[in-house]
């Protein structure tokens, strides 16, 4: 699998293994994402783009690690803008990639279908990162199903050396069988670090764009012609796979055979060291000849596969006679436990003894904003505006559970906006209808339902809640910040000329640290009859720097515990230990508070004040 190389290896100085030797061929520990990245290097790739989506962020991160005469890497508004980005560079000539999380591959999925039936001239790789047990999304599709949807093989590394080696291999797929490629991760891998032997990088000369408009123009005429390309497609990659290393057949005794693939493969393996195991590291398309001699060669054969029965099913439809989710959950993420349970139910293994000590639960502890969090006052004011709100994602999701509480609905990405339209244009709801939004999230896919909203005149005001960063996914730069992924300058987005230029009529910039104000304004905006929005500035207080002002303390005499300042759910303020006259006083934590001051602003008795002179933050 590993290609010569014609360039000397470039890395930057902080990724190079200090030892043996300082040899950049050397192994090294990595994360699965790290090795993805590693892989497109190594490939040649010239254009990268991404939109961040946890698990897939660190790919694109340290992609930009590489030096910027190898390639472009660049953060894309949304995951179809960086996949169209992509398609661009292979249209160039030039080896591409892109990489998000599960549901990116949802707003990216229009290019896709597309694109799969255009193929490629330079080489177009999609690393997709699922979710399974939903970890940080907000479900727990299987990108297998695209793969089929899409007809674009789909390839299933197991440790972070298969990441590298299967991405590297997706590029020379990709060229070779004319079509894009989508290298598939989950949480596990892309979060676990494991041994990595790298290679060097193959520098690939550009093919230059060809002039093919029956491939290129999908227009119906080319594409009815193209989906019997596609149709042939499959059957060539069906052909390469039988005799391809993607597809491992560990050898064992002829009583049990498992097909399994992608982590489970490890979770096997640790339990059942001696069965034969058919490794796939592919999901689509599959070997039908392989998978048949497989099972015949077997008197039982369980398929152990995360999510949905895809290769189950495969199989099924082979006629051939499979067990598998009769034995294995549909949902949540597999683990050695969840493996083992469906292998006493296949009474392969004996039950567990029960380890008592191994039962307690670690204690609940609900996420919550950050102390001093620049999004927790303007859910005060709608709570107690008594608004109806449409939220998105982001880290504001938070303010849809307690104390805050005031969310009532959360879609995907973008869908705020054309939530609360809808529910204002059904002309039903009396409360002030109020859609909030991220900077990152509303560039992502806030700009058409604002649109939406001003051309089809709907009742609704957007909070955009703009901390100056993508912080739910760890802090990455979007076109609102000025930075790009490097950490350049960049243009940086005007959002009242952007909104006014929408034709929206009201628009005001209020600082979110002003709880009066954010009271006020948002006030004046539900007042308004049509399209309103408030723009609450304050930066992130974890990036891109940690902010820290002189703390806030109680004064323990005059608090009366009356709770105001609890109900922002700031994880600095927490009840003493002690009774003082039988009912307990409120303390803030000095370490954690960062001196926003939104406590003592908020404060019915005014117990709270400075340590110090306040500074601004
Ligand atoms: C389609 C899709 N892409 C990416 C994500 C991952 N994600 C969740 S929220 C978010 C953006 C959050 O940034 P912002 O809107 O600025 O809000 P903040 O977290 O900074 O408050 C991202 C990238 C997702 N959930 N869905």
Not at 201 to 209: I, N, Q, T, W
Not at 382 to 392: P, T
Not at 393 to 416: H, N
């Given at each position: 699998?590993?290609?010569s ?29 790290e090795?993805?990245?590693?892989g ?23 992609l ?22 992509a ?5 160039a ?15 990216a ?13 330079g ?9 399974p047990?939903i ?18 093989p ?15 291999l ?9 079509t ?7 949480t ?15 520098e690939v ?43 491992r057949?560990e ?7 498992i097909?399994?693939?992608s ?6 393996k640790?339990?059942m060291?001696?069965a ?21 060669s077997?008197?039982?054969?369980i ?6 029965p895809i ?23 597999f683990s050695?436990?969840?493996?083992r349970?469906?292998?006493v139910q ?7 003894a029960?380890?008592?000590?191994l ?5 609940a ?11 927790t ?24 559970v ?28 009396s ?17 058409p ?19 100056h960063?993508?912080?739910?996914t ?74 820290k ?8 005499e ?7 300042c609890m109900?922002?759910?700031?994880p ?6 002690e009774?003082?006259e ?12 960062i ?9 019915s008795?005014?117990?709270i ?8 933050l």
């Amino acid at each position: 699998m590993t290609q010569s190389s014609e360039s000397k290896l470039q890395l930057d100085p902080e990724e190079v293994t200090p030892s043996p030797g300082n040899n950049p061929l050397a192994m090294r520990p990595m994360m699965g994402n790290e090795a993805i990245a590693r892989g497109a290097w190594e490939a040649g790739c010239k254009v990268a783009a991404a939109y961040p989506g946890t698990p897939s962020t660190e790919i694109m991160e340290n992609l930009a690690k590489y030096p910027a005469q190898d390639l472009h890497a660049e953060w894309s508004t949304n995951e179809k803008v960086a996949l169209d980005v992509a398609i661009g560079g292979s249209f160039a000539g030039v080896r591409s990639f892109t990489s998000m999380k599960h549901v990116g591959l949802n707003v990216a999925s229009d290019a896709l279908m597309s694109q799969t039936y255009i193929g490629v001239n330079g080489a177009l790789v999609l690393a997709v990162c699922d979710d399974p047990g939903i970890h940080s999304s907000q479900n727990e599709q299987d990108t297998r199903i695209y793969g089929h949807l899409a007809m674009t093989p789909v390839l299933e590394p197991t440790d972070a050396q298969e990441a590298l080696e299967f991405t590297r291999l997706a590029f020379d797929l990709s060229e070779q069988f004319d079509t894009p490629v989508i290298v598939r991760s989950t949480t596990r891998l892309s979060h676990t670090r494991s041994l990595v032997q790298t290679g060097e990088r193959l520098e690939v000369p550009c093919k230059g764009f060809r002039e093919e408009p029956k491939k290129n123009v999908m227009i119906p005429g080319h594409a009815r012609l193209r989906h019997g390309a596609l149709i042939e497609r499959e059957r060539a990659l069906k052909e390469y796979l039988e005799s391809s290393d993607l597809i491992r057949w560990e050898r064992g005794g002829d009583e049990l055979g498992i097909i399994t693939l992608s982590t489970a493969y490890t979770y096997v393996k640790e339990l059942m060291p001696d069965a034969s195991i058919l490794k796939l590291g592919v999901s689509y398309p599959l070997p039908d000849a392989k998978l048949r001699e497989f099972c015949a060669s077997v008197k039982r054969v369980i398929v152990v596969e995360e999510l949905e029965p895809i290769i189950e099913n495969e199989l099924k439809i082979l006629g051939l006679k499979v067990e598998g989710k009769s034995l294995f959950p549909r949902e949540g993420e597999f683990s050695t436990d969840v493996v083992r349970e469906g292998l006493v139910q296949a009474q392969l293994l004996p039950p567990r003894a029960k380890i008592e000590a191994l039962e307690v639960q670690p204690m609940a502890r609900p996420p919550l904003l950050c102390a001093g969090c620049p999004h927790t006052s303007s859910y005060m004011a709608l709570r107690a505006l008594n608004s109806r709100v449409s939220g998105d994602i982001g880290c504001y999701t938070l303010a849809a559970v307690e104390p805050l509480k005031a969310i009532d609905t959360t879609v995907s990405m973008g869908s705020s906006i054309a939530n609360a339209s809808g529910m204002a244009l059904a002309g039903t709801e009396s409360r002030p209808i109020v859609a909030t939004i991220g900077d990152s999230t509303f560039l992502h896919a806030g700009l058409p339902p604002l649109i939406n909203a001003v051309y089809n005149n709907a009742n609704i005001t957007v909070l955009l809640l703009d901390n100056h960063i993508t912080a739910m996914t760890g802090g990455q730069h979007h076109p609102g910040t000025g930075r790009n992924l490097r950490g350049e300058e960049a243009h940086q987005v005007d959002y009242e000329a952007l909104i006014k230029s929408v034709g929206v009529k009201w628009i005001k910039t209020i600082d979110s640290y002003n709880m009066g104000t954010v009271f006020q304004t948002l006030r004046e905006a539900t007042e308004y009859k049509g399209v309103s929005v408030v723009i609450v500035d304050r930066p992130c207080v974890l990036d891109p720097v940690k902010l820290k002002g002189p703390a806030f303390q109680v004064n323990a005499e005059a608090c009366t515990g009356c709770q105001t300042c609890m109900n922002l759910g700031c994880p600095a303020i927490s009840w003493t230990d002690e009774l003082y006259e039988g009912h307990h006083k409120v303390t803030i934590d000095e370490a954690a508070c960062i001196g926003c001051s939104l406590c003592a602003q908020v404060s019915s008795t005014n117990c709270i004040e400075p340590i110090e002179a306040p500074q601004s933050l």
